[in-house]
């Protein structure tokens, strides 16, 4: 059979169940009515022939029943057929039938791969109060290219002025170890900055989150104080209720831990989930002397904002836009060359939506993301381009 | 076989057999091809629907006979079974293997002491 005659018989075949039922059903009408006709021709009135007709046959039903039978019967025949002669064709080449094989197991496979990391990074939004006015700073210059591209001279010149907003918070994800001796104790961390929490919307689910009065270098009044994941808090203190105060080892340096977050919230990055938070002021009592907190050149936070209610990403972002020489002038690396001074001052500021998930997923899979990196090595300092080494298309230094 | 009425039982496969042979002779339908069985065999055999139209559908799937919608002398339409050259080739076969057979069981069923 040629393959299209093959197609169109297939395709009729679709349809061909429904007509056959029709079709029998005539020809067992037919059959009743040549019957009768039969018996009123040997005298018998039309009532009492079509009643003995129908008594002859029998259950139309079970006539139908068995003449149903012999199509299955045909069915699995054919059926049984074609399985046959395809396992034959199949043996008869078994590395196509291999090939297959894997096509079809791969194929699947990676759709349902692809699904489960759309489905987690894309398709959740972020657990925190109305996502859809979180958006996250990023210079224009780059999109899509840095996982974290502030400095926290330009964070210390932006936080002043989160009033024009619905609040601004930054972060930066980091591994801690928790280990009071011995072997490590690797757990996901976050370095946020004071309005954290509040400024997501993020409730204590016991104790309290952190605030700007713990976001002081050494600490506030609590001292260094650390906010634990609800997973953590499952897992290394059994969900008991005295953690509360209780003082937590990060990097061999002790937190007290002030608050639990709720089981729902995983941190700011669908796809991730964190551990510890701790003030983004205390970071030089974690890394000491490696402190970047004062370092121009290194570039590794995030920085949110929430618009305010009604307050459009076209307006934010002009608001932001005409504060940005000032927020440029007051966090510029000093030294360097003229061109990068002035390339640093007019790279604009621009705003995406964090709600979507679409950043965060490609801030997630991207290869190259350094805060997977050991700890200590999990930032990035990020020199001045250098104008002539980009104009000769070479990497920056 | 339902059609194995009473004491007239028909041997399995007889009646696609006989179906065949009515066909042979004219294109008719089901039941036309019934009342001809009854008729031929003097009311020997007496089908019915449920045991006739299962052998012709089992008759056509196998591409022995063909069904075709015609319109009868009574001006109705009716399907008509004609025998396809497989069809003819089968009867043909059929036939040949049972005179053989029926003629060995009549000389068995006859036989006496003395033949032996």
Redesign the interface.
């Known amino acids: 059979m040629p393959p299209l005659t093959r197609v169109i018989a297939g395709l009729r075949g679709l349809f061909r169940k429904q007509r056959r039922e029709q079709e029998l059903d005539d020809e067992l009408r037919g059959y009743l009515e040549n019957a009768t006709d039969q018996k009123m021709l040997a005298g018998l009135t039309r009532e009492d022939a079509q009643r003995a007709a129908r008594v002859e046959m029998g259950s139309l039903d079970a006539v139908k029943e068995r003449v149903r039978d012999v199509w299955w019967e045909s069915l699995v025949h054919a059926s049984w057929h074609d399985l046959r002669y395809a396992i034959r064709t199949l043996r008869r080449s078994p590395g196509f039938a291999a090939v297959v094989v894997l096509t079809l197991a791969l194929g699947i496979g990676a759709n349902t791969a692809i699904f489960s990391v759309v489905n987690s990074l894309l398709l959740r939004s972020l657990p925190v109060v109305e996502p859809q006015r979180l958006v996250t700073i990023s210079s224009s210059t780059e999109i899509g290219g840095s996982t974290a591209p502030w400095t926290y001279a330009i964070w210390e010149q932006i936080r002043p002025q989160a009033h024009l907003f619905d609040g601004a918070l930054a972060w930066s994800s980091q591994r801690f170890d928790l280990a009071q001796g011995g072997e490590t104790q690797p757990a996901d961390g976050l370095f946020a900055s004071g309005d954290f929490f509040t400024t997501l919307g993020v409730p204590a689910l016991l104790g309290r989150t952190l605030s700007p009065a713990d976001d002081v270098p050494g600490g506030g009044p609590d001292g260094p104080v650390a906010v634990i994941s609800y997973g953590l808090w499952q897992r290394r203190f059994g969900g008991n209720a005295n953690v509360i105060g209780t003082p937590l080892v990060v990097e061999r340096i002790p937190f007290t831990i002030v608050g639990v977050t709720p089981p729902e919230f995983f941190g700011t990055e669908v796809g991730r989930a964190f551990d510890v938070a701790v003030p983004l002021a205390t970071e030089p009592l974690i890394r000491g002397k490696d402190t970047l907190l004062d370092v121009r050149r290194a570039y590794w936070l995030t920085v949110m904002l929430r618009l305010k209610r009604g307050q459009s990403p076209d307006a934010a972002t002009a608001t932001l836009r005409a504060l940005q020489p000032r927020i440029r002038e007051g966090a510029m690396p000093a030294g360097g060359p003229a061109r990068a001074q002035q390339e640093f001052l007019s790279e604009p500021f621009s705003l995406v939506p964090a709600a979507g998930g679409t950043a965060a997923a490609i801030r997630t899979v991207a290869p190259d993301d350094p805060r997977r990196g050991r700890a200590g090595a999990a930032h990035r300092v990020r020199e001045h381009r250098q104008p002539a080494a980009r104009a000769c298309g070479g990497t920056p230094a | 076989m339902r059609s194995a009425d009473k004491q007239n039982a028909l041997v399995q496969g007889t009646l696609e057999m006989l179906i065949l042979k009515t066909l042979a002779l004219e294109p008719m339908?089901?039941?036309?091809i019934g009342?001809r069985i009854g008729q031929i065999s003097n009311g020997v055999f007496q089908v019915?629907?449920?045991s006739l139209?299962?052998a012709i559908?089992?008759l056509e799937?196998n591409g022995l006979i063909k069904g075709e919608w015609r319109v009868?002398e009574?001006n109705?339409?009716?399907?008509y079974y004609a025998l396809t050259a497989p069809g003819r080739a089968t009867l043909k076969r059929e036939t040949r293997g049972w005179e053989v057979q029926t003629a060995a069981i009549a000389r068995i069923l006859q036989a006496s002491a003395g033949d032996l």
């Open positions: 339908h089901g039941y036309g009342g019915n629907a449920g139209f299962p559908y089992r799937r009868t009574n109705r339409r009716a399907k």
